[in-house]
Every structure is written in structure tokens, then in C-alpha cells.
């Protein structure tokens, strides 16, 4: 099934007052925190529209010190009074539109999360995200016990291990841009590798494990390479949550022999909406008026 793609790009002016539509948004975030207007999952995903309200402003010049001013100044509207109503009626709208979807497609600059539900059973991935040339995907799949932040790929040799890598926000609080305004290439020559930590502020998470083949053949993209795979930590994908959407995150492969054996990049982009609406309850489907169940 073609996903449903809902557009959350945001077009912001940079200023030292922050416009409409992210002022919108940290005010109504600001009237939850006041006020309790949504339930976990939707104060999941009205969060993760502000961070990416604020990541375009950010990409559009704006001071991130700025913002973080703004945010901390910013007051709650009055609990009953029409703003909120007005901006909580309008998050609650957007809710009801995803509500009904199987599969949502949250795009990104470069790539985007689909997030997949079912009223029944689980599908393969809950979340995923797959490289630009579908080499890989990488995302949240059903395990027989929990869930697993897990990496399925196809290639012919197979890796000694795999690590994944990402800006430490404790070490560096923003993510640099390595093109400087585009005038230099991405590292790598991938485009998702443009915005990330510095060498000495990247956090780097060793796998806990292989996918088993058949698992790694059935999330792997299609392709004639044998399907591999590798289970990653939780900590890596709460980690990953605390990122902002340009950020790049990378996979890198360590052969037999040591050396660096090739790496996958990812973005983070809409991570966390794609996780919110993981949260949010497929409604039943109706039974057509009048219809009853057969007798035999």
C-alpha cells in the first residue's frame, strides 16, 4: 500500500520573535503543560511538530539561542479561552486525519519514517526508514518479546560488527553543518550526512546482536545480496529521539580484518512523529447500519 504522505514541512521566516506556524505551536504546548489538553500520544506528536517547526526556522537562519528564549518565555494562554481553543481544536483535527491510516509516510529532507499499524497482529516494521537507493532500512520491528531498534540490509560479505553514530547533544549542543551553507559536499558525498556532531562529540553504540536469517530476510529491502542484519540497544533509539530532525546518523561496518568495511546514513527527521502515532488507536471500522450477524 502507497503510504499516506502527510506533509508537516512547516515554512518559517527567521526572526528574534518566532512566527506563526511554530509560536502557534509552542504556545499550544505551552497550554497542555498548563492545562492537560492531550493525551500522551498527541502531546508526543504536537512536540515533535514544534522540533521540526523550530529546525526549519533554525535552517533558515534563525538563533537557536533565540528560540530557546522564546520557548522559555513562553506563557500559556488562557485554558478556556478561544486561542487555545482555536489551536487545540486544530492538533486534534490533524489527529483525526491520521487516525484511520495504516501506514503513514513522515517525509523528511532527504528521507522519511513510515510508521505502519494493524487493528490485528503486527506488521514487520512499526517504524522504518530505508537509505536512499533502498540499500537499507533501519527502524523499530516486532520481536517475539519486545520490540527491536534493528538494521536489515543485503550484501555480499558480512561484517564483523556494526556500530551506530550520532551528535552527543551533552557535548554539542546543536548539530554543525559540514557543508557550510552548502558551499562544501557531505561528508561521504550522501546528503543526510550534512548536519551531525564533530568527532569528539558523536555518541557510538555497538550492536547487541544479529538479525537471525530468516528475520533478516524478511525486513531486509528486495535484492538479489544475501539479507543480513543487526540488533541495536534500546538506548540507541531513545538516544536518537533526543536529536533534531537535520541531524544525520550513521552505521558504520568493521570487516574481519579491521578495517572499515562501508556505512549507511540515516536522518532522523521525523522520528518521533512516526513513533507518536504509534500511540494513537486505529478506530474500529463501522458496521453498516441495519446489518446483523448471519445465522446459520
Do not use: K
Amino acid at each position: 500500500m502507497t503510504p499516506a504522505a502527510i506533509l508537516l514541512s512547516l515554512a518559517l521566516a527567521a526572526s528574534e520573535a518566532a512566527p506563526d506556524p511554530y509560536a502557534d505551536r509552542v504556545a499550544l504546548r505551552a497550554a497542555d503543560s498548563a492545562c492537560a489538553l492531550f493525551a500522551p500520544a498527541e502531546r508526543a506528536l504536537l512536540d515533535a511538530l514544534v522540533a521540526l517547526a523550530r529546525d526549519d526556522a533554525v535552517r533558515g537562519g534563525a538563533d537557536p539561542a533565540a528560540l530557546d528564549r522564546y520557548e522559555a518565555s513562553a506563557g500559556a494562554p488562557d485554558c478556556d479561552g478561544p486561542l487555545t481553543a482555536r489551536l487545540a481544536e486544530g492538533h486534534r483535527a490533524q489527529i483525526d486525519r491520521l487516525a484511520p491510516l495504516t501506514e503513514i509516510a513522515f517525509p523528511g529532507r532527504h528521507q522519511h519514517w513510515i510508521s505502519e499499524r494493524r487493528r490485528r497482529g503486527a506488521p514487520d516494521w512499526r517504524v522504518r526508514q530505508s537509505t536512499a537507493e533502498a540499500e537499507a532500512t533501519l527502524g523499530l520491528a516486532p520481536g517475539e518479546e519486545e520490540d527491536r531498534f534493528v538494521l536489515a540490509y543485503r550484501a555480499e560479505a558480512a561484517p564483523a560488527f556494526a556500530v551506530i553514530v550520532f551528535r552527543d547533544p551533552a557535548r554539542q549542543a546543536h548539530p554543525l553543518d559540514f557543508t557550510a551553507g552548502g558551499l562544501l559536499p557531505a561528508p561521504g558525498g550522501d546528503p543526510v550526512s550534512a548536519w551531525g556532531g564533530g568527532a569528539r562529540a558523536e555518541i557510538r553504540i555497538p550492536a547487541s546482536g544479529r538479525l537471525d536469517p530468516d528475520t533478516a530476510a524478511r525486513l531486509a529491502p528486495a535484492g538479489g545480496a544475501p539479507a543480513r542484519g543487526f540488533v541495536f540497544p534500546d538506548r540507541a533509539l531513545r538516544a536518537m529521539t533526543h536529536l533534531t530532525p537535520r541531524d544525520g546518523v550513521r552505521v558504520e561496518f568493521t570487516g574481519a580484518d579491521g578495517r572499515p568495511a562501508g556505512a549507511y546514513w540515516f536522518e532522523t527527521g521525523m522520528l518521533n512523529a512516526a513513533l507518536a502515532v504509534q500511540g494513537i488507536a486505529l478506530p474500529e471500522p463501522e458496521r453498516p447500519e441495519g446489518t446483523q450477524t448471519a445465522s446459520r
